[in-house]
């Protein structure tokens, strides 16, 4: 069965950082593209950032580029999302996502496994 579990939300004040994890098991997390995804009351699930099987390859939304470095480690089975110059407009729940392939890929219907989320809240 395979499972993502993120962890690392929290409430933050505007500028602030934070630093999402995402620990999968039930599948061979190296062959695996990695992203997440943020979710706002009332609003769709957007992409955010992915990475590619290797870590060497990164994709970023336009709102977080330069502030948000999505990585992984292989050994750990475990990606991460760590969020700098954090602003209001950032407060969302975040998933993590699993895609089957390699390949980054900021489409949201090309992964397959979800976690639960975590909220990040940032207060003005």
């Known amino acids: 069965q395979v499972q993502l579990v993120e962890s690392g939300g929290g409430l933050v004040q505007a500028g602030g950082s934070l630093r999402l994890s995402c620990i999968v098991s039930?599948?061979?997390?190296?062959?695996?593209?990695m992203g997440w995804f943020r979710q706002a009351p009332g609003k769709e699930r957007d992409f955010v950032a992915a990475?590619?099987?290797?870590?060497?390859?990164?994709a970023y939304s336009d709102s977080v580029k330069g502030r948000f470095t999505i990585s992984r480690d292989n050994a750990k089975n475990s990606v991460y999302l760590q969020m700098n110059s954090l602003k209001p407009e950032d407060t969302a729940v975040y998933y993590c996502?699993?895609?089957?392939?390699?390949?980054?890929?900021?489409?949201?219907?090309?992964?397959?496994?979800w976690g639960q989320g975590t909220q990040v809240t940032v207060s003005s």
């Open positions: 996502a699993a895609k089957s392939g390699r390949v980054v890929s900021s489409v949201r219907n090309s992964y397959t496994y």
């Open positions: 039930g599948l061979t997390f190296s062959s695996s593209a």
């Open positions: 990475v590619n099987w290797s870590g060497g390859t990164t």
